[in-house]
Structures are given as C-alpha cells and as structure tokens.
C-alpha cells in the first residue's frame, strides 16, 4: 500500500537522521508517522514555496522532540533533498534538535512541551478573523497532556469557537522517564477533551482507514467547537526492537540496529513524495511600517498613571496600524488595555486568566505578520517565563506591558508586585526595555515599542505620575534624559520609573544643602544609555554613580549600568529592593525598601567626601 | 437561624475592614461567606492554638484575592479579636491584601491565582502518605479555574488517589474585568473536574441545607476519588446594591455604602463565633536538623557528571534525612533525581510533565516542616516561575535542582539549554545559588543544599566533567576556590560551571606564554565571596577581572560579581552568552558562544598591557 510506503519512508529518515546524529527521539517520529503520511499526502494545503502564504494550512509540531519527523514530512514534500538530513543536529544544520526559526517551515520553536496548541489556537484565531479557509493542525505527544497550558489552550478554542484547529493526541503510552500518567486509557484524554468543548474522534493512529477517516472529516469540520483526534499508537511503531520499549526516549540507533531496522521497513522507496494540495490563493502577509505619532497631550499639572496613557496610546495607534493586536489576561482595566476594546473588538483577544496561552497564542499572531500586544500585571507575567523564552527562540515579535511593577503599588502586596520582570526580560538576548515615567514618555515610548522590529518590555506603573516632559519631548531606544544637571554636580543619581520622582525629590533637598547631583531618568533600560552614563562620571565632581529603581537588587537596571561602566573608573552604589516588601501605603514601602528621596539623600551624604558638605 | 447570623458577621467584617482598609476585594468575600461558615462552623478540625499540628484539617484560599474572609473565619474561630480586622492592609499589620505569612494560619502565601489546589495537594498527599486523618479544603474563584494549573493540580490529585482533597468552586460568574468565560454555566466547570477525575457534587452555594450536605458528604468521603464542591454563588451576595454587579471586583464600600449595607445585614451580633471541631491528636512536624555528610568517594581520573552526582547524593542523605521528599516532571533519568525513588519511593513524588503543580505541590509539602527537593532541567524551571516567586513569599523551605544548563548541553538546541536560571533566582532575595563544577564539590553542595534553611538553587550538568577536588576538601554557602593561583598573576578569571574547565585551559596556554593568571571556581553565585574577590583584585597584578559563565549576560553570576565589585576601583570584562544558541557539538557552542578557552585567552591578550607579553 503506497500510504504504508510512504510512512515507513518517513520512519527510514528519522531512524538514519537521528543515527547519523547520535543522538535525537526516533520512537517519538514513528508513532505519528502514520497519521503524518496521510494528513501530508492528502489533506494538507500548502505552497511549499510560499511558507508565510495566508491560505496555507498550518502545521505546529507541538512534541518537538519529534522533530525529524517534521523535517522528513517536508523534506518529502519536496522543501529539500533528503538526504540533507543527514545533517539533522549538526552545527550548521537548519535541521536543529528541535524546531526553531532556521527551520522556515516550523509555525514556532518548539521543545518546550505543552505550548503547541496555544501557537495553534493563535493561528486558527487569526484565520478565523480574517475568514481565512485554512486549517490548523497541532500534533501533541500524550506526556505533554499533562501541562496545564494544553488545558488553557484548550478553553481558549473552545470559547472562541476555532472549529479551524485540529489537536492530534499521539497517545503512544511511553514519555520519558517512564509509563505516562495514563498509558494507553486513551479514552482518559479524549473525556478531557470533551469536557473542555472539543469533538472528539478515536481512532488507532496505525489503521491508514482510520486515519484517514479521521483526517477526512477534520478536512471538512465546520460548527462551533475544535476537534481533536486521539490517537492509540505505539511508540517505535513499525521496528520490532522498538515497539512499545522502555529505554528507548531520547536514543538514537547505532549503525548495526540501524540495517536491522532498514530491513524491517522493507527498503522503502526514497523517491516517494507526500503530495501537498495546493491552497486555494496566495497572499502573504504585509508588513505595515508607519511613523507611529500618537496625538496626544497632556495637561501641564495633572498627575497621570503611565499604564493609562499605554491605554490611550494603543487605542489612538490602532487606527494607524491595523496588525496590532492586544491580549488580555482579565486585567485590561487595571492595565487599560481596555481602552483598545472599545476602538478595536474585532483586534482585542481575551485569553481569561490563563497568561501561558496567552503568550504562545501571541507568538501564533507574530508568525503571521501581526504585532501582539501582551498586557497583564509586571508579576503575573512571570507566569508565562517559559513561553516567553521560547517565543524569544520562535524570534516572535511581541510587545510585553507589565503593569504594577514595584513596591509602588501599595496595599495589595508582594504577590502583585512586579520585582523581577527586568530580570526575567533582560535576560534573553536583545530584549529592548522600557520603564516610562510619566505621561509623555509613555505616549511616545508606545509608538517606539509597536515600530520597533522584536522583543519589546514595557513595564507601567500603578499610581498617577506628574509630568517630567513637554509633549514635543523624544525618546528613542537606547536613549536617557538628564533631568539635573549643572557643572557643579557632585555625582549621578540614574533612576526608573516611580524612582525618577524620589530622585529628584532627594536633589531639590540636596540642592537647599548646596550640594548638585545629576538625575538621569533612564527610561530605556535596555539597550542602556551607555554614552551618557559616561559622560557623567566623567563629567561629575567625584566618578560616583548611584542607581535607583523600584525591582529587586539582581537583575535589574542597576546592574545593566554596571556592566555597562564595567570598564569605568567609577563607584557604583545601586539602590533597590533588598526584601519581600508587604502590603502598605507606597510611601511606607518606599521607606522601607530603602529607595524613597530620604534613602537617596542619605546614600549621598555616605558616599561624597564630607568636605564639601562645608 | 444562626448559620445565617454567623454568616452575615463574616459579611460585616469583610466590608467593614476592606473600607477601613479604603481597597481590597470585598464583593469576592461575600459570594463565599455562607459556605465559610458552613465549613468552620461544623466541619473543620483545627486546633487554633497550633496551627502546624499535624492532625489539623488545612483550608487553602486559593482566591487570594478574598484574604479578608480568611482573615474574618479565623477571628470568629477565636484566633483575635475582630477589631483587629481593622489593620487590614495597614504596613504593620499581620492581615495583608493577599494572604502572606505573617498571618500563621495561612497555608501558603496566594494573589496569584490557579495556585491553591496544588498547594492542598500536597499537604493532601503528605496527609496520605502518612496516614493522617486531615481534610484539606481548598477555596477557588471561578475566574482561576481558567489557570491550567489548576488542571495539573487537578490531574495529580486523581492520579494519587487524593480522597482527602476537597476543592470548593465558588462560581459567582463575575471576574475581574467582566464576566468569567462560563458565567454561571456551574455545569462546565462541574464536567471538567468530572473528566479530570473528580468525584462532584453541584450546589446553591447560598442555600444553607445544600451546604451542609455538601460537607458533610466531604466529612466522611473516601474513596480513590478527590471531591470538588462546584457551587453557584452570587458576588456580592447579602448586600442588594452589590449583588452580581459589575464593576465592584476590587473596590471597598464608602463609609456611606457600608452603613446601607449593615443595616440590610440585620447589625449581626460580634459575639458569634465558628465552633471548630477539635483534631483527634497533636503532633507537631519534626525538624531534623542533621549533619549531613554524603559518603561518596570519587575515582581521580574519572570523569563525572554533576547531575549523576546530585542522584548518588541524595540517594544516600534520604537515610540521614527522613524529611526529604524528591519532585519530578518526568526527567528522572536526566536529573538522575530517579536514584531517590530506586530507594525511597515513599517519598518520591511524580509529578509528570507539570511543572508549575510540582512547586506549588512542594511549597504544600515544607508547610509541614518536609525539605522538598524539585528537579527538572533549568530551563523548564521557567515554566514554574511565579510559582517559584510565590513559593519564596510563602517562605517554603524548596531546594531547587535545575540541570541541562548552558549551551554546554549540545544538541538538543535552545529549548532546552538552561540560560537564564541565575537571573530567575537570583532576583528573589536571599535564594543560595550553587553550580558545582566536578563530583566532590556536587556531593558536598547537595549535602549544604538540604542543610540550609531557606530556598537553594543548585545547577547541574549534562556533560561529564574531570574531578577537580578531593574527597576531603571542604565547601561552604559563600565560598569559592581558587585553583591557579601564584605572586605573579597578571589578573583573575572567575568562572562557574563548565566554564571553569575553559579557564583552567586558557590558564594554562597563557602559561606556557608565560601569562600568570588567576583561576577562581565560583561554586556559590549568591552569596558569592566578596572578600576572595576583593582579595584577588589587590593582589593580581592589574586590577582587571574577567567573569566566564555559560548564561546569558544578564542577570547571571557576572552581575553577581560586579555587583560585590562596584565599590573597588577595577576593570571588569562579563563573557557570557549573547545570542540565542543552537544546536550542536558542546565545543562548537561554546566556541560560538564566545565562552571558550580560546577566546578566555584572546580577552586576556586585549586586557593586559602588551608590555608583560614580552
């Protein structure tokens, strides 16, 4: 049977792939090569040519450790020789040991288990939207079940009727270490599916009538809920030194297996294709690049909560873009993300109190062009710390807003506070962050987080601000404003966010003692402002430099500026949140983190010589 | 009737300490006054005076949110007078905004939600584990039961046969920002935690015979089943201009408002109080507090990988410590976490691929004095971050054991390399980073690891690595080796992990060029040994320091090091990993990397005056 053929073709290159290699999941690809032999050879639309093409079907492989099955279906598919998998782990490979951006047909890095079908569910939003015919088939592995995240991704389909996404549950027994928490009770996840709002079909992944009756009515699946096909396989299907073993997770064959194993699959013919069906049209997707200028202004000595003025920005910036996007993790009137909804329902994507999914259905809507916005609480987005590096991996465009960061938010305490978001987002390489202080520079630090090409951090603050900036003032990534500044400055004072406003309130107080400090507001905290942070130790009496911000003491702005004067004959004193802080006035919990006006003033008494106190 | 009196007094004091308090949440309290006092009045088994005995019941709020109800039940159950209630979230209160620890009789700290049910499940499997009759009653929102943790925690509690968990649903269909994605659909909830192997029960959560047929079907259930109480319930019930009203959900009454609405509560009488029940028996947790000395001896010239040492260790502490409990997500074969449970499968707890239910599971498990140690590659440590950040403000004493990290893991690729787990932990304060470089310094960390009180973080490795010490020499929180040291060093090279290895060969080729430098083996990041530090910079010959990790740049033991630095006058030079790594040989990514040997010994060519090469 040629469907047979076809799949013991692909089960030849992921067991010569992974040898070669010497390492990798080949009983991971052989219990789907079946059902990927059928969706590929007779359902799948899609233009090899054109992987960005919008009436494409899509395909996450949400198991990505099974990742040699992915790149032998497109390899089959015609993308490339296969004997380029060959390559499959090696250093300049794009074959990596999981699926990351170098793959160009992969929707998103995988590898990270449980975060395919949000990507799916992102994808299959987006469709919807934009009443695009495709389908979105997301293959699962049953040990990845067991992530709340699937679940999340889950109700999110469901809610949002995306009877566009397929979920494939490779129920195959074996995960890693051991028997999953359900073996082959298949029937276990296909009551979970249920129960969350899906259409359920069983079937043994390795009967091709089965699968493709399955498949066929995927092909055709209209109405309002997902649907998903649970699949009874057996790991290292097709290789009877493999089938259903122990042991055998994450090895690869070594060359003697190998034959054996060859001889098993009866030689298969390598100049078999999988035959993709053609999508009905082409369009790719287009890349808006505008002059963001938010019209705004602001009143000269009103005071203004920066995460409301975030809101007004995306709500006037929306007209201008419309591949902006804004989820919602239930918060958007405590972020003001609801200021979006109101202007753009059709662009709002409501994702309920479930962060990881929100993220991952994020990286889905970047693949296809469109610039997410993610807003929730600063500490909440902490939640979501896996998928945001994976979608850093995915090379996924999103824009964060972390809402009530710091001490600053007062009475609700620490479990609300954002005090590690610098930390989690400085990280991951080339991570552009930003922390306005006021009104103005929130305005036009949106427009420079949407226009900007990659990773965005924005974090905002809970209490209302005055303003520091006229609305003609700019701002630019990498760039900082001297707020202080005079030939006499003793030292710098660089400061962040609610930090900025004890900064100065300490140098005014400085000031009646006749001692200057230089205030920097460092509103783009990463690329740092490394030219003027240099200048000014250069520039101040002493070569002292105190940092002040509202975030624990490691990881923080602080220690950027540090590495950034790591070279500089300077004196660094950063100033941060030592402790646990508790629930309190903001005031209080300034106080007693030790970085309101007071603190500054007192630090800067410690640090400069006494003489010129006179 | 005097359930509905003693209900209307929890009411009171919700409303009456929320407006004293000027914010909090006090519409979330009212929908879950009438089961409260259900509970507390004729079920719960506690003995107030000793909130850690064993033989207690435990109730966890999962809905944070609604501390003041917690705070309200405990007070009428005598624990202080309700005048008290008044501090709410006051700066020197006891009764923060969400619960925290300085209120003794909270099970964990919560605010961040879809976190409570895992921490009832692990004192629910401690309870069953050693044969303790309490019940554990978990309170959640409706709006949390989107969190897929609650999903993990949910299949765990079945898996383990949890018949003494008791998750209470309190479906009041209002959330945060609008409605729930199920509204009063009790139905849709009831179906998941059916499916997800729940028995459940259906009520009116206001309809007092309903209640109590509900607990007392709780009181006496056994089984292999965990119960979930899913009950319709009105926000803000009780008070008629709050009831299913949006726009209430964080907002306290005025003083008005709240005399309108304790008159429509009938002016309920203070005297009231919940009767609990007394447990059958006191037992308080043991704290073994034990020298612990692994007696593990290591061959010179063999070569060891840290993450197999981590499994030897604790395989052989478990004897001298009956209070360590080993968590996994089903990569016990990766960790080598898998050598505890080949000997003390009594407390080894498998968690399957769900990390986020693993933390919260183990921050249940140290309530009750145990040391759990949580093991999982350091990159899927990310996946439970906020639950990491919870577990530190609950003060749970979880030693955390992250392998796989760095690119040094090859080729697996990205998704799996462990690059920002030091910035992860090291934000959150006072949590002891350790990464052992060979077996004898893994063996006596692991051993430091479980003695110390408080959170650890100890990274492991993939690849085998050469011993660098002997079996006697000895560790400790805060130190660091030096292992090329001489008068004639040039400059210091503090590496950590593989990259000692690097420093140790760069040392060595600078050598033969007749380069001295010197080598430290930064086994603790946090505390990290500032006098060693300060003392190598006075005596190396140019104050220049060169840091070496296999961790992004930021956030890692670099910024540890400069921050213990930033007050002496020195050059620092942070070698870190820049970019999103890939998959290949662990040579090629570290070369890649810029992390290597060879670029150790580039970085000490540019650094040091041309002048000593001679």
Same mark, same amino acid.
């Given at each position: 049977?040629?469907?047979?053929?076809?799949?013991?073709?692909?089960?030849?290159?992921?067991?010569?792939?992974?040898?070669?290699?010497?390492?990798?999941?080949?009983?991971?690809?052989?219990?789907?090569?079946?059902?990927?032999?059928?969706?590929?050879?007779?359902?799948?639309?899609?233009?090899?040519?054109?992987? %960005?093409? $919008?009436?494409?079907?899509?395909?996450? @492989? *949400? &198991?990505?450790?099974?990742? +040699?099955?992915?790149?032998? #279906?497109?390899?089959?598919?015609?993308?490339?020789?296969?004997?380029?998998?060959?390559?499959?782990?090696?250093?300049?490979?794009?074959?990596?040991?999981?699926?990351?951006?170098?793959?160009?047909?992969?929707?998103?890095?995988?590898?990270?288990?449980?975060?395919? %079908?949000? $990507?799916?569910?992102?994808?299959?939003? @987006? *469709? &919807?939207?934009?009443?695009? +015919?495709?389908?979105?088939? #997301?293959?699962?592995?049953?040990?990845?079940?067991?992530?709340?995240?699937?679940?999340?991704?889950?109700?999110?389909?469901?809610?949002?009727?995306?009877?566009?996404?397929?979920?494939?549950?490779?129920?195959?027994?074996?995960?890693?270490?051991?028997?999953?928490?359900?073996?082959?009770?298949?029937?276990?996840?296909?009551?979970?599916?249920?129960?969350?709002?899906?259409?359920?079909?069983?079937?043994?992944?390795?009967?091709?009538?089965?699968?493709?009756?399955?498949?066929?009515?995927?092909?055709?699946?209209?109405?309002?809920?997902?649907?998903?096909?649970?699949?009874?396989?057996?790991?290292?299907?097709?290789?009877?030194?493999?089938?259903?073993?122990?042991?055998?997770?994450?090895?690869?064959?070594?060359?003697?297996?190998?034959?054996?194993?060859?001889?098993?699959?009866?030689?298969?013919?390598?100049?078999?294709?999988?035959?993709?069906?053609?999508?009905?049209?082409?369009?790719?997707?287009?890349?808006?690049?505008?002059?963001?200028?938010?019209?705004?202004?602001?009143?000269?000595?009103?005071?203004?909560?920066?995460?409301?003025?975030?809101?007004?920005?995306?709500?006037?910036?929306?007209?201008?873009?419309?591949?902006?996007?804004?989820?919602?993790?239930?918060?958007?009137?405590?972020?003001?993300?609801?200021?979006?909804?109101?202007?753009?329902?059709?662009?709002?994507?409501?994702?309920?109190?479930?962060?990881?999914?929100?993220?991952?259905?994020?990286?889905?809507?970047?693949?296809?062009?469109?610039?997410?916005?993610?807003?929730?609480?600063?500490?909440?987005?902490?939640?979501?710390?896996?998928?945001?590096?994976?979608?850093?991996?995915?090379?996924?465009?999103?824009?964060?807003?972390?809402?009530?960061?710091?001490?600053?938010?007062?009475?609700?305490?620490?479990?609300?506070?954002?005090?590690?978001?610098?930390?989690?987002?400085?990280?991951?390489?080339?991570?552009?962050?930003?922390?306005?202080?006021?009104?103005?520079?929130?305005?036009?630090?949106?427009?420079?987080?949407?226009?900007?090409?990659?990773?965005?951090?924005?974090?905002?603050?809970?209490?209302?601000?005055?303003?520091?900036?006229?609305?003609?003032?700019?701002?630019?990534?990498?760039?900082?404003?001297?707020?202080?500044?005079?030939?006499?400055?003793?030292?710098?004072?660089?400061?962040?966010?609610?930090?900025?406003?004890?900064?100065?309130?300490?140098?005014?107080?400085?000031?009646?003692?006749?001692?200057?400090?230089?205030?920097?507001?460092?509103?783009?905290?990463?690329?740092?402002?490394?030219?003027?942070?240099?200048?000014?130790?250069?520039?101040?009496?002493?070569?002292?430099?105190?940092?002040?911000?509202?975030?624990?003491?490691?990881?923080?702005?602080?220690?950027?500026?540090?590495?950034?004067?790591?070279?500089?004959?300077?004196?660094?004193?950063?100033?941060?949140?030592?402790?646990?802080?508790?629930?309190?006035?903001?005031?209080?919990?300034?106080?007693?983190?030790?970085?309101?006006?007071?603190?500054?003033?007192?630090?800067?008494?410690?640090?400069?010589?006494?003489?010129?106190?006179?």
């Amino acid at each position: 049977m040629n469907l047979q053929a076809k799949a013991n073709l692909i089960r030849k290159w992921c067991l010569k792939a992974t040898t070669a290699a010497g390492s990798g999941h080949p009983t991971s690809c052989l219990s789907a090569a079946d059902m990927m032999a059928v969706l590929f050879d007779q359902y799948f639309r899609y233009d090899i040519n054109n992987p %960005l093409n $919008v009436y494409n079907d899509r395909f996450v @492989l *949400s &198991k990505g450790h099974a990742a +040699p099955l992915l790149y032998t #279906v497109f390899g089959m598919a015609g993308a490339y020789p296969l004997d380029e998998l060959l390559t499959l782990r090696k250093v300049d490979s794009r074959f990596e040991g999981h699926p990351t951006p170098k793959f160009i047909y992969a929707e998103a890095a995988t590898g990270s288990l449980g975060q395919g %079908l949000s $990507v799916g569910a992102g994808l299959a939003l @987006l *469709s &919807k939207r934009e009443s695009l +015919p495709g389908k979105n088939y #997301v293959l699962l592995g049953d040990g990845e079940l067991a992530e709340g995240q699937v679940w999340e991704a889950a109700n999110f389909a469901a809610y949002h009727q995306l009877d566009n996404l397929v979920a494939i549950a490779d129920i195959n027994r074996l995960a890693q270490s051991g028997e999953t928490m359900f073996g082959w009770d298949a029937e276990k996840y296909e009551q979970r599916f249920k129960a969350f709002g899906f259409e359920t079909i069983m079937i043994n992944g390795h009967d091709f009538k089965e699968v493709q009756i399955a498949f066929e009515q995927a092909f055709y699946h209209q109405g309002d809920k997902p649907l998903a096909i649970v699949a009874h396989t057996i790991k290292g299907k097709g290789i009877s030194f493999l089938e259903d073993r122990d042991g055998w997770h994450g090895k690869a064959l070594n060359e003697e297996e190998l034959q054996k194993a060859m001889k098993e699959l009866g030689e298969p013919d390598d100049t078999l294709r999988l035959n993709l069906r053609a999508p009905d049209l082409t369009r790719s997707p287009m890349h808006q690049v505008l002059e963001l200028k938010p019209e705004l202004s602001f009143e000269k000595d009103k005071k203004y909560a920066t995460r409301e003025v975030f809101g007004q920005a995306i709500a006037e910036m929306g007209h201008q873009n419309t591949d902006l996007y804004v989820l919602d993790a239930d918060v958007k009137n405590s972020t003001f993300a609801e200021a979006f909804l109101h202007v753009f329902p059709e662009r709002f994507v409501e994702c309920f109190i479930a962060e990881q999914n929100m993220v991952s259905v994020a990286a889905g809507l970047s693949r296809l062009g469109k610039i997410p916005i993610v807003a929730t609480f600063g500490a909440f987005l902490t939640r979501a710390a896996d998928q945001i590096r994976m979608a850093r991996v995915s090379e996924a465009n999103i824009k964060f807003v972390g809402s009530h960061v710091g001490v600053s938010i007062g009475e609700d305490g620490p479990s609300q506070m954002g005090l590690e978001d610098i930390a989690l987002f400085g990280a991951l390489p080339h991570t552009v962050i930003f922390q306005p202080a006021d009104a103005v520079s929130t305005a036009k630090l949106t427009a420079h987080m949407i226009a900007h090409q990659g990773f965005v951090y924005m974090r905002t603050l809970r209490p209302k601000t005055p303003l520091l900036y006229q609305d003609k003032e700019t701002f630019k990534v990498g760039g900082s404003k001297l707020l202080r500044q005079s030939k006499e400055d003793q030292l710098t004072i660089v400061a962040t966010g609610i930090a900025v406003f004890e900064a100065l309130k300490a140098a005014d107080h400085l000031k009646e003692e006749g001692i200057l400090v230089r205030v920097m507001d460092c509103y783009c905290i990463n690329p740092i402002d490394q030219d003027t942070l240099i200048k000014c130790v250069q520039e101040t009496k002493n070569a002292i430099l105190i940092t002040v911000e509202d975030h624990f003491a490691h990881g923080g702005m602080g220690d950027f500026v540090t590495a950034a004067l790591a070279e500089q004959p300077v004196q660094l004193k950063k100033m941060a949140v030592q402790e646990i802080s508790r629930s309190g006035k903001m005031e209080e919990l300034l106080e007693l983190a030790g970085i309101n006006a007071t603190a500054i003033v007192n630090q800067v008494h410690d640090l400069i010589p006494t003489a010129v106190f006179h």
